[in-house]
Nanobody, 124 residues
Framework: VQLQASGGGLVLAGGSLGLACAAS?????????VGWFRQAPGKEREFVAA????????YYADSVKGRFTISRDAAKETVYLQMNNLKPEDTAVYSC?????????????????WGQGTQVTVSS
């Protein structure tokens, strides 16, 4: 059972990048939250976005609302994070994770399985 994250890279401020998180070994189930978190150098890991698999409710951190979009392809068991109008402060290692218990989607402690991180660097 694993999550495979892909995407990321280097982009100029104002640009766009997309991330993908694919599940293998276990599909996403109705109660799952699938989330994206990020950790910048010297900072704590923080919540970015999440979606509830059952009803496709989507949630965002205030810092990314209106710029980032979380979506899914249920047939591919994949969750995406489209990041537009990127800012230097978005630079971080981004990780996807799944919360099987359906608890607090903002809390990294509620997430059971993590994918590897992928670097996003936004230059000014």
């Amino acid at each position: 059972v694993q999550l495979q994250a892909s995407g990321g890279g280097l982009v100029l401020a104002g640009g766009s990048l997309g991330l993908a998180c694919a599940a293998s070994g276990r599909p996403f189930y109705a109660n799952d939250y699938v989330g994206w978190f990020r950790q910048a150098p010297g900072k704590e890991r923080e919540f970015v976005a999440a979606l509830r698999w059952r009803n496709y409710n989507r949630y965002y951190a205030d810092s990314v609302k209106g710029r980032f979009t979380i979506s899914r392809d249920a047939a591919k068991e994949t969750v995406y994070l489209q990041m537009n109008n990127l800012k230097p402060e978005d630079t971080a290692v981004y990780s996807c994770a799944v919360n099987w218990r359906g608890g607090n989607y903002k809390s990294q402690d509620e997430y059971n399985l993590w994918g590897q991180g992928t670097q996003v660097t936004v230059s000014s």
